[in-house]
């Protein structure tokens, strides 16, 4: 028996739960389809360390989820979702032990940034200034669809051309540069360039500055939450509206491939051989490669599309190992045990190290570790007085991780806790490491344990994501929608591209859909012919 619906969602991550929400508001029937026995896909929980240890699966800390306007619209507070702050939002802690920290309290952080260079108190909060005027058009512009007409016209209104010309210049520029045309001191620029590197992207890469501005300024300004109670939160906060609203989530229901009849999407048949026929759209929140080769399949697409697929990017693999700790992690560096997050330990130049290794291929000697102190944010996650704690880092694609090497790899990771905090490996109780197959085993779109849906390097952003064209949901298929991280603007729990991918299918089937779908058509003609 066929179902019909106006629009099937394929993946219930946090993008498409939120494309379904979307749909669900404008009155549409709504089915999303996982494969997974749970929905959330990286926004999720579980006990994988010790019981009543609560580790965050994959994505924890969310300072673009609670700025997102995209989420901020669905009212998930009305769904159960609370956001907790630990006291400090982050510190970076240097090898030599000196430590910066960020500060939801500018005052703070502008000491701590002068502990390196007196001068870098008076520049972070001239670079906060500048936030602060941008914030809402900029963020207005980089999470609605592309072009940003009206967001873009009020941010040039604000803040005029000139320094628009320099805003577009800083989304260029690598974040070493970048630090040393705001600050004297390495400490501020630690801060950057430690946040850049939650992206692949190594200090010297171009466009690595504004993700660490990005991340930074957004610390500042609201800090890096989590939800109490776990990740999970943000999940059944958008399944339970969504149920509210009519709209259906079917677990352990693979899609095989998107039905595809005279150029448009027609619905999808599942692992079982059923079919749902959808009225108006499919929506697939899966990468750009899977959605592309294995559920459309290239007969479907313009050859040029395909070959531009075929030079498409993935971001790092990755390794993380959480722990169920006995009590607090006895850092040397006293703002590290009031900070949520962690970047150990290195300085710029060290971080130049870790990049260029990954670059080359090569598994990093030292790795760079982004940590996360998870009771220290939300008391809720571990029993009193103990710590659930995570730790990750990149590693190359495409090498084989044995338990054996994977272990020995963990062993390497919790070193350099060690040395930052004697006495930590003492208190684990029990911990689990997951590489990058296990990583995709547990969610296939996070491939090789990538967790960016594709490199954030500039020429895969913007207009090149995930191949050039519209920066835009619609693909060359009509009505079907890449609602997926691999979309523009990319990574982060912010449900932008999920968003996006809702709207142009509202556009299409809107009273204007005929001359919005022809206008689609042309202008992919001319790129991909």
């Not at 959330?40 to 924890?60: H, K, Y």
């Not at 050859?303 to 531009?308: E, G, L, M, P």
């Amino acid at each position: 028996m066929t179902e019909t619906v106006d629009a099937v969602v394929v993946g219930a991550g946090q993008n498409g739960l939120v494309a379904a929400n979307v749909l669900a508001d404008a009155g549409w029937s709504v089915l999303v389809l996982e494969a997974e026995p749970e929905p959330g896909g990286a926004v999720r929980s579980a006990e994988i360390t010790a019981p009543g240890f609560l580790s965050d699966l994959c994505s924890a800390f969310y300072p673009l989820g609670y700025a997102s306007p995209v989420l901020r619209e669905l009212g998930l507070d009305s769904y159960g979702l609370v956001w907790r702050h630990a006291p400090l939002v982050l510190a970076h802690v240097r090898q030599d032990d000196r430590c910066v920290a960020l500060s939801r309290d500018v005052d703070e952080t502008a000491a701590s940034v002068a502990g390196f260079d007196a001068r870098d108190a008076g520049a972070w909060r001239d670079a906060f200034d500048q936030w602060q005027r941008v914030r809402h058009d900029l963020l207005e512009s980089v999470l609605r669809p592309f072009p940003p007409v009206r967001s873009a016209t009020k941010l040039v209104r604000r803040i005029g051309v000139a320094d628009t010309l320099r805003l577009a210049r800083m989304v260029t520029l690598p974040v070493r540069r970048l630090g040393e045309e705001l600050f004297d001191g390495e400490g501020a620029r630690l801060l950057l360039a430690g946040n850049a590197l939650h992206t692949d992207l190594g200090p010297d890469n171009a466009g690595s500055g504004v993700f660490g501005w990005l991340l930074a300024m957004a610390g500042q300004d609201v800090g890096f939450p989590v939800p109490e109670g776990g990740a999970e939160r943000i999940t059944t906060a958008l399944v339970r509206r969504l149920a509210d609203r009519g709209g259906r989530v079917e677990c352990n229901r693979a899609v095989r491939n998107v039905l595809v009849a005279g150029g448009r999407a027609m619905g999808v048949r599942d692992e079982h051989g059923e079919l749902v026929r959808a009225r108006r759209a499919v929506l697939a929140d899966v990468p750009a490669p899977a959605l592309y080769r294995e559920l459309v399949g290239e007969e479907h697409l313009p050859s040029r599309f395909v070959a531009d697929l075929d030079r498409f990017q993935w971001d790092n693999a990755t390794i993380k190992v959480d722990w169920a700790l006995s009590g607090k992690i006895p850092w040397t560096a006293e703002e590290a045990r009031r900070a949520g997050v962690v970047h150990l330990d290195a300085d710029l130049d060290g971080l130049t190290a870790f990049g260029a290794a990954l670059t080359c291929k090569q598994v990093p000697e030292r790795p760079f570790l982004l940590l996360g102190q998870m009771t220290t944010a939300d008391p809720s996650r571990s029993p009193e007085g103990t710590e659930s704690v995570w730790a990750y880092t990149h590693v190359p694609r495409g090498d084989r991780w044995d338990k054996g090497k994977l272990d020995e790899y963990a062993d390497r990771m919790q070193e350099v806790v060690e040395q930052r905090a004697p006495g930590f490996t003492s208190l684990v109780q029990a911990r689990c490491v997951q590489g990058p197959e296990d990583l995709e085993a547990h969610n296939p779109s996070l491939a090789e344990g990538a967790i960016n849906a594709g490199t954030a390097a500039i020429h895969q952003q913007f207009v090149f994501r995930p191949v050039p064209g519209l920066a835009r949901a619609d693909t060359p298929v009509d009505r079907l929608y890449l609602a997926s991280a691999s979309a523009h603007p990319g990574g982060a729990v912010h449900g932008a591209c999920g968003a996006n991918a809702a709207r142009a299918a509202l556009a299409r089937n809107g009273l204007a859909g005929g001359l919005y779908g022809a206008t689609i058509r042309t202008a992919q003609r001319a790129i991909y012919s």
